[in-house]
């Protein structure tokens, strides 16, 4: 049992308070995974640089795998515009404008005990084990402006409690693209040898991470996000909701069957999609909120500009 959240304020602007909002949605939905807490952030585009965040741990051996990676860097052309350390996580803002999937898998390797966690014009993936208090405690959260993003609670079922097992998980060698899964995609391995045939890499054995290059491959040869939905619901098997964002959208789709939980509410302003309706709530206190289940098999994007 996981917790998923999702928000978009459809005015297209990156001065929302997104980080706040998520915070209160996880808040609400913790009780459905307090392993692990993370947040897919989407705010202003960099146009002509790279945002990346790597899990590099703490101390000595942190120290050295940043290292490292400033040396990766420079190997591959990427100029380093800012970064810094933050918790357990080092963060890069770089120009490149070389090819992106080769980048993100020489990023992969470029120090061993460190993980690529998001790279993107606008996307920042944050997590952690702990709540959703605990996580912004360490990464302030909350301060995060943006127009949309996507929240994960992580209940331990099949992998350890590390930041590295938590969610969002971003796509790996795609720019931007990020998603939170509640459920299990019972033919991953046949979906995944599909992918590895074409020469895409995988960084951990989680389905969530499937799905994510499964929709960024689709997008990337011209598929509208919607449809990539609609065919994911035809090509994955297993009892899902999922939420997708890219750096101009948030989707979902849930399986035939309907087997784990989504409500949503909308109105002219804002779209906002979790796994249970207090997480709504919690973003209008006091308020009576017409709420609806999406139906089963059924998928639907918004854009910033709706």
Excluded at 5 to 16: E, L, T, V, W
Excluded at 209 to 219: P, T
Excluded at 256 to 269: C, G, I, Q, S, W
Aim: charged fraction near 25%; aromatic fraction near 8%.
């Amino acid at each position: 049992m996981c917790g998923i959240a999702g928000i978009m304020f459809k005015n297209g602007r990156s001065d929302h308070d997104t980080g706040v909002a998520l915070i209160n949605m996880l808040d609400g939905c913790q009780h459905r995974g307090p392993d692990s807490t993370g947040f897919a952030l989407y705010g202003e585009e960099h146009r002509s640089e790279l945002k990346l965040r790597f899990l590099v741990g703490e101390g000595a051996q942190a120290n050295e795998s940043v290292a490292l990676i400033k040396t990766a860097l420079e190997a591959h052309d990427a100029e380093i515009v800012d970064d810094k350390r933050v918790g357990n996580s080092y963060q890069a803002l770089v120009r490149f404008d070389g090819d992106l999937r080769s980048f993100a898998y020489a990023m992969e390797h470029a120090a061993p005990d460190a993980k690529v966690v998001s790279i993107g014009q606008s996307l920042d993936i944050v997590k952690d084990v702990g709540g959703a208090h605990d996580v912004d405690d360490r990464f302030h959260v909350h301060d995060y402006k943006g127009s949309h993003g996507l929240g994960h609670v992580r209940l331990a079922t099949e992998s350890d409690v590390r930041p590295e097992s938590a969610h969002p998980f971003w796509a790996t060698g795609f720019s931007d693209v990020a998603i939170v899964h509640n459920g299990q995609i019972t033919n991953y391995w046949k979906m995944r040898r599909r992918l590895e045939r074409r020469g895409f890499e995988f960084r951990t054995d989680n389905d969530s991470e499937l799905v994510a290059v499964y929709l960024a491959d689709k997008l990337a040869q011209g598929v509208a996000l919607r449809e990539a939905l609609k065919t994911s619901i035809e090509d994955l098997d297993g009892t899902f909701s999922f939420l997708v964002s890219t750096k101009d959208e948030i989707g979902y789709a849930k399986d035939n069957l309907a087997a784990k939980p989504m409500v949503m509410y909308e109105t002219d302003d804002l779209i906002a999609i979790a796994s249970e309706e207090v997480s709504l709530n919690r973003l209008f206190p006091g308020h009576a909120l017409d709420t609806k289940e999406p139906p089963p098999g059924s998928y639907q994007t918004w854009s910033k500009s709706t």
